[in-house]
């Protein structure tokens, strides 16, 4: 997969960002990182859509700029010559993907059909727009496409917002989300750039999906963690679950058989998406030790951080 698309998926959603002055371009893309979204995507719905996408890839490295409503292959020239890094499209041209994949540039056409999925399947793509989601199907659709044409990603905008923009994510088929409700014209246009920047917050917020899922506490053997899964038992009728390494005292209470990670134990913490989860910890400075994976095919089901806090290892399942 292109490392630009990868990107898109490590940060979950794409805004749709239609700006009508360009020098509003740059404060909205400092406004889309101070809220935890480095990517942009800036239609041509405008006379400042290509001026804007010159500003922000000169001004604002950090972010990954892109262009939309590319209808062409001579509008593609001129957005990836602005710096743009991907090119989004509302429909299927032909032409137009087969400039971008002979240069190397990013490109996810709008496809909603299996002969349009087909047809851009030829070119080798993997992750296609699917616009307008909320007219041609949403989720159901996409799902009932995910089942022929297994392992394409889905990048739906239309019909997307704060309220189901985690659901969405949490599919498998869906590679990240596409809206404009994160950076509204009106909103730039007006100067609301901190409205912007806690949308953000709140929308990366709801795709991670963070949960104290249980927390694990160390015992020197099996006899000790029974004695302790009974105290919870007889005190607050919790339900008693024993495994093979540990005993459940209610889902949320593991207490270990032998002493494993952490110096007191570990604290489980669940998320929509460990890859996601595990780029936005790196970027706080928390690593993965990749040594303590588990895995379900190939996805990451759990895994612990090299870090610990309070003296207790972190670990992130898999919702």
């Not at 009932?144 to 297994?150: K, R």
């Not at 032998?258 to 570990?266: A, F, T």
Request: proline content about 4%; overall charge neutral.
């Amino acid at each position: 997969m292109h490392t630009i698309l990868h990107s898109l998926f490590l940060t979950g959603v794409v805004p749709v960002v239609v700006i009508h002055n360009a020098e509003d371009a740059i404060p909205a893309a400092r406004a889309l990182l101070a809220g935890g979204v480095n990517v942009m995507e800036i239609t041509l719905r405008t006379e400042a859509g290509l001026d804007s996408i010159r500003a922000v890839a000169s001004a604002c490295p950090d972010m990954i700029v892109g262009a939309g409503t590319v209808l062409n292959v001579e509008q593609a020239q001129k957005c990836v010559e602005a710096g743009a890094r991907f090119i989004v499209s509302p429909g299927f041209n032909a032409k137009q993907v087969a400039w971008c994949v002979e240069n190397g540039v990013a490109v996810t056409p709008g496809c909603v059909t299996p002969s349009e999925i087909m047809a851009a399947m030829e070119y080798g793509l993997e992750v296609l727009k699917f616009f307008p989601s909320n007219v041609y199907g949403g989720l159901s659709a996409m799902k009932a496409l995910s089942g022929p044409f297994g392992g394409l990603k889905f990048i739906p905008t239309g019909g997307i917002d704060g309220q189901n923009a985690a659901d969405y994510c949490a599919a498998p088929f869906i590679h990240a989300v596409g809206g404009s409700w994160l950076c509204a014209a009106a909103d730039i246009s007006a100067g609301n750039f901190e409205k912007i920047t806690a949308l953000c917050q709140e929308a990366r917020k709801a795709i991670l999906g963070f949960e104290v899922a249980h927390v694990g506490i160390n015992t020197a053997n099996a006899e000790a963690s029974g004695a302790i899964a009974a105290h919870f038992a007889g005190a607050f009728g919790f339900n008693v679950k024993a495994g093979s390494s540990s005993n459940f005292a209610s889902s949320g209470i593991e207490i270990m058989k032998s002493p494993y990670l952490g110096r007191n134990g570990h604290i489980a913490v669940r998320t929509n998406s460990i890859p996601r989860a595990l780029a936005h910890l790196e970027q706080r400075g928390y690593a993965a030790d990749m040594d303590t994976a588990k895995y379900k095919g190939n996805v990451i089901t759990a895994i612990y951080l090299k870090e610990q806090m309070g003296d207790f290892a972190i670990h992130l399942l898999q919702r």
